[in-house]
């Protein structure tokens, strides 16, 4: 497991790799050289000189015991009020093809946020733009920021004690660079591995440093994660890797400094778990357009042990039917013709072509304890997912999990089409004290809805993965993979954002004839909430008077499958990209400016919440 950034593999030596990119990934396959090539110099001309640690070189994940990490996930509880963490983490995962500038734009959200830049004025961002480039571009760590902010506040008078808030710090992963082809499990372990020496490192460096407030004692620390696209799947595999407590230092050298750390412990807590256009039910049925099984085989073989992951399919494998053996016998036939020289080149890659055929990652990760415990065990789960039709790779469908035959409740928090002429949301005081009285955690901003925002609804957390719809009188379902994977992940408890980019893409829409147009998640809402915006009367007291006729809070899953799939309009569906400000490369970064205001909230919100 080398450095990330020196390693040569699949992504750039075969054309059928180019090919399939199309399909699903963000990128050519000469557009991951480039990005290679600009994270480096990034790198270079960081403003810390000293050499950064590679963390995706050490092997840690192997030495833990696969039945003490699922012993300490499933007996889990969340800490009491008085653990106050000394640092929380947050790690950025890129997607298929992409680098580790890829969310540079989120972090840098981060970093405004965390120092509060947009207060402060131009002056600090003349200090962060040394030599031209932005220290922001790969936040790393948050201290030096954060710390000055502290200082100013005890300087001013302020209770050190009393005004202590946890640093943040602000990885953006890198193991995965050059690496997306050969597998979630893969990528998952290797981004596990990252964030435990990640972690580790960064303690051993703050009490260096003097920075850790206890010294004599364990450590406790709070991880996050943020994951865009294939990122999220491979964050979601790599919870089932972290145990909770971990050595402080691997060093077992008899030097007592290095005997004592070894004996120390870092205790992680899981806090938020956040994902962006991920396809967590995979892409198989989930396409922009409707494509044959037999096209989806070919199509996701090419893609390699990623492809084959995404697209399930492993799933043929495990199916009797006549369909499922021809698919089965095409993939193998492609794979045989193709895949081998598109992973050829890297020995982590070559394990894969020993992996048991009959196992599908996406599945498993949706239905198996092993992968529920540790994401149930986060304080809050949020999906972001590209409504009406504007994300080709990902279609909203398996970006918020959502099911054709789910009755699952989603209680809606906000609504932009919900917001009244002040600017208020009528229905985020109600949904908050919806929220207080069914004890769940929550952030009152989410009741801020803007404009970009067509909703955001919550799932309730269930003690057993099954829902309402697995209820219903004559239906079939226990065959239905896709339903069970959306019901059971629904039964974490969510918090789901829908996010609508058609203003936002740099290719102007079209409208479409009214008689192509469906209903769409704003016009259902409005029919829920006994909105009419022809009712006649004395303008607003008309129109408020109606807003008040609230009949039901609650959408299905079916609901929303259905009423996001299209908008009244034809776009170019380039939402992917843009709503996470994807700036992998300059050209990405040009392209996808528009999709900031997104980050912008992401980053506003989670901050707000990573205290609570």
């Not at 450095?3 to 399939?20: E, L, R």
């Not at 590209?386 to 279609?395: I, R, W």
């Not at 339903?483 to 609508?500: E, I, N, R, Y």
Request: charged share 25%; aromatic share 6%.
């Amino acid at each position: 497991m080398g450095n990330s950034q020196s390693q040569p593999n699949g992504d750039n030596v075969d054309t059928a790799a180019a090919a399939t990119a199309a399909v699903y990934g963000s990128g050519s396959e000469v557009e991951s050289v480039d990005d290679n090539n600009s994270a480096a110099s990034v790198a270079e001309s960081d403003d810390n000189k000293e050499e950064e640690p590679d963390y995706t070189k050490l092997d840690i994940v192997s030495t833990f015991d696969s039945d003490m990490v699922l012993k300490q996930h499933t007996s889990y509880s969340p800490p009491s009020s008085s653990i106050t963490p000394s640092v929380h983490y947050v790690f950025l995962v890129h997607g298929w093809l992409g680098n580790d500038l890829e969310m540079s734009y989120l972090a840098e959200a981060f970093d405004k946020n965390i120092s509060g830049e947009e207060e402060a004025g131009d002056d600090d961002n003349e200090q962060n733009n040394d030599g031209g480039l932005p220290a922001t571009k790969r936040v790393k760590r948050s201290r030096s920021r954060v710390t000055v902010a502290l200082q100013k506040e005890v300087a001013a008078g302020g209770d050190d004690e009393e005004d202590f808030h946890p640093e943040i710090v602000v990885h953006s992963a890198k193991c995965n660079v050059g690496k997306t082809h050969d597998g979630i499990k893969n990528g998952g372990t290797r981004l596990a591995n990252e964030i435990i020496n990640f972690i580790q490192s960064d303690t051993l460096t703050r009490r260096e440093e003097g920075d850790d407030s206890d010294n004599d004692g364990d450590i406790n620390v709070t991880f996050s994660l943020v994951g865009n696209s294939l990122g999220g799947l491979y964050s979601r595999y790599a919870l089932s890797k972290i145990p909770y407590e971990i050595p402080l230092s691997n060093d077992t050298n008899d030097d007592e400094d290095n005997s004592s750390s070894s004996k120390k412990k870092i205790h992680l807590l899981p806090n938020i778990f956040c994902t962006t256009a991920t396809p967590h039910l995979g892409v198989s049925q989930h396409t922009y357009l409707p494509i044959p099984r037999l096209a989806e085989t070919i199509i996701g073989t090419g893609m390699g042990a990623t492809g084959r992951d995404l697209f399930r399919l492993n799933a043929d494998a495990m199916n009797d039917g006549a369909a499922a053996k021809v698919n089965a016998a095409a993939a193998k036939t492609v794979k045989r013709l193709s895949s081998f020289r598109i992973l050829q080149g890297s020995n982590a890659n070559i394990e894969v072509e020993n992996e048991d055929e009959s196992d599908c990652v996406i599945r498993n990760m949706c239905l198996d304890e092993e992968f529920l415990v540790p994401l149930r065990n986060f304080r809050r789960r949020i999906a972001y997912a590209n409504a009406y039709g504007t994300d080709f790779q990902v279609p909203c469908q398996t970006a918020a999990f959502l099911n054709d035959n789910s009755g699952v409740g989603h209680f809606l928090i906000g609504a932009r089409c919900l917001i009244n002429d002040d600017g208020l949301d009528e229905n985020a005081e109600e949904g908050a004290e919806r929220k207080r009285s069914s004890d769940k955690e929550g952030d009152a901003e989410e009741g801020e809805v803007p404009p970009f925002v067509v909703a955001v609804l919550r799932t309730d957390q269930q003690s057993q993965t099954q829902s309402p719809a697995r209820k219903l009188s004559g239906q079939n379902v226990a065959s239905d993979d896709l339903l069970q994977m959306s019901q059971s992940l629904d039964a974490l408890g969510w918090t789901k954002v829908f996010v609508d980019m058609r203003d936002s893409i740099p290719v102007p829409g079209l409208r479409k004839p009214s008689w192509m147009c469906t209903s769409s998640l704003d016009d259902l809402i409005k029919q829920r909430e006994g909105i009419n915006d022809d009712v006649e009367g004395e303008g607003d007291e008309a129109k408020n008077k109606s807003r008040s006729t609230t009949t039901s809070h609650v959408l299905t899953s079916q609901d929303l499958s259905r009423s996001t799939a299209a908008g009244d309009s034809l776009n170019v569906p380039l939402g992917h990209t843009v709503m996470v400000a994807n700036s992998k490369s300059e050209a990405y970064k040009q392209m996808n400016f528009q999709g900031r205001p997104v980050m912008d909230k992401l980053a506003h919100d989670i901050v707000l919440s990573l205290d609570e």
